[in-house]
Structure formats: C-alpha cells, structure tokens
C-alpha cells in the first residue's frame, strides 16, 4: 500500500471509525485526495488491487458516501456527500476520546484501554507456536545474536514439551548458521544436563554460545525469554503459551535486563562441563 503522512494516517483511521474496512478507508481517502477519480487511478494511488477497489467502491456507493459518474468510456466515482463523511466521524471520534477517559482524582487524565495489537503484543498457544520462536531464531545471519533468560522450573518443562529429535536438529541448524546465543540461566540447569543422554548432551556442545549461570533464587521463575533483533519472546513451556513483544521500549528494556544479568553472572565453559558429563557417562 503508498506510504502515507501522519495526517493521512490519522484521517484514514476516522474513516475506519465509520465502520469502514482497510480498503475502503484507503479507497475513500484517495477519492478523497482526487475527487473524481477512475478505479485505475484510486487504485494506483491506494495501493490497494483494483479488483478490491472496484468492490469497495460498491460497498460505498450502498452506504451513500460515494456515486458513480455517468461517463460513457470510463468508470469515474465522486465522493457524494463529504459533509457527512466528516460530521459522522468527528461525532465517532468525540464519543470514543469521552470514553475512553476519564477523570482521576488529582485531576490527571487516564487513558482508556487499547488492543494489546496496537503496540505490538501478540499471544499465541500450542506447541508449533513454541517450536515457531525457535525456527524464528534461524533467520538470523551469521555471527547474530539470540539474548536468552532461562527459569529454572521453563528448563525442566522443556524436556517435557520438545521431542529430543526435535532439540537435536534445531541444535544441528543453528551451530551451522553460526549464530552467537549469549543467555544467563541458574545454577539448577546445570543438574539438569546430567538427566539427558550422550546424544542429547552432544547436540548443544560446539555451539557458539556464552553461557552465565546466576544464584538459584534468581531463576526461580517460569518462562523463557528470548530476545533478538527488534522482537522478545515470552515462551511458558508448561502452558504451552508463547508472547510476542515487538514495542520497542520494552525490548529495549529487556536487552539492558539482559546485559546486566550477564555482567552479574559466573561465565561458565558449557562444552567443558558437557564432555566432562559425557566422558563419566562412557567409563561406566
């Protein structure tokens, strides 16, 4: 769709205040800009498919906001009453801002609820949706880097919730694409590698990561995150329950959480303790 100004986004979304779909907000605002236009010039400057356009304009015309022309050999459409179109939506937008306010007892102002999607939060639930963060983390390129928070008790649901097949290859991938995961988790997971077999436990050596282990009492908490290029990731492995932030302050946010945990943390030569596990598994 054509980019569009703050003041063009802004009256596009009075428009979608009437009820109106995406399309035919953004068809009524390039009729709008180009009063009478053809389908072909409302769609080139939309952006949106003629086809879409031309169905759009039909929708419109039943509401009585725009009429076709009578022109012999092309299809032009006029706006038919821009009066209403603007007095409909100062009286939605009016409404809405009364609504959503209202006056706390020190005199300052509180805004009303919006949908978590306008700020970039998405939920998702299964299993796939788990396996979808890890395979996101494959778009990376090389030498990129996947921040990690691991709790304690997530470490212990995962093993119940991704099959080792899975877990080996996603390792395979990931030291091939040479991607750098860099994460703090407490002392508790270490005792965990010791419950996974030789294979499992070859899987995660040789990657290209910088591991920092952090007091128990720290990590006592339920849920992964990941956090990588302008996206962070809550996973509940026991829920099956997946997160997606991409509002930027948070991010941000999660990023210095993230470096300072790291700061705090022991470093910890994950390959060392993995051989030295697996050696004692092959002398018995």
Request: with cysteine; charged share 30%; net charge positive.
């Amino acid at each position: 769709m054509a980019k569009m100004g703050k003041t063009d986004e802004k009256a596009r979304t009075r428009l979608r205040l009437l009820g109106l779909t995406e399309a035919e907000a953004s068809t009524l605002m390039a009729l709008l800009k180009t009063d009478p236009s053809s389908v072909s010039d409302i769609a080139e400057s939309s952006g949106v498919p003629r086809m879409t356009v031309h169905s759009a304009l039909k929708r419109l015309s039943s509401r009585g906001l725009v009429r076709k022309l009578p022109d012999p050999y092309r299809s032009m459409w006029k706006v038919k009453n821009l009066g209403k179109i603007k007095n409909v939506a100062e009286e939605a937008v009016q409404y809405l801002e009364k609504e959503n306010k209202e006056e706390a007892p020190d005199g300052k102002e509180i805004v009303g609820k919006i949908e978590a999607e306008d700020i970039g939060i998405e939920v998702f639930k299964g299993v796939r949706q788990v396996k979808r963060v890890y395979e996101e983390t494959l778009t990376l390129s090389r030498a990129e880097r996947v921040y990690f928070i691991q709790g304690n008790k997530s470490a212990e649901a995962t093993l119940g919730v991704m099959d080792e097949e899975y877990l080996r290859s996603f390792h395979a991938k990931i030291k091939k694409r040479g991607i750098i995961v860099e994460g703090v988790a407490g002392e508790a997971v270490l005792k965990i590698f010791k419950k996974l077999n030789v294979p499992l436990l070859r899987s995660h050596m040789n990657r290209l990561l910088i591991g920092r282990v952090i007091p128990d009492e720290f990590a006592d908490f339920n849920l992964d995150i990941f956090v990588f290029r302008n996206k962070a990731f809550f996973v509940s492995f026991e829920q099956k329950i997946v997160i997606a932030l991409r509002f930027e302050p948070l991010v941000d946010a999660l990023l210095k959480i993230c470096a300072a945990l790291n700061a705090l943390g022991r470093r910890i030569d994950l390959n060392a303790y993995l051989r030295d596990l697996i050696e004692k598994r092959d002398e018995r």
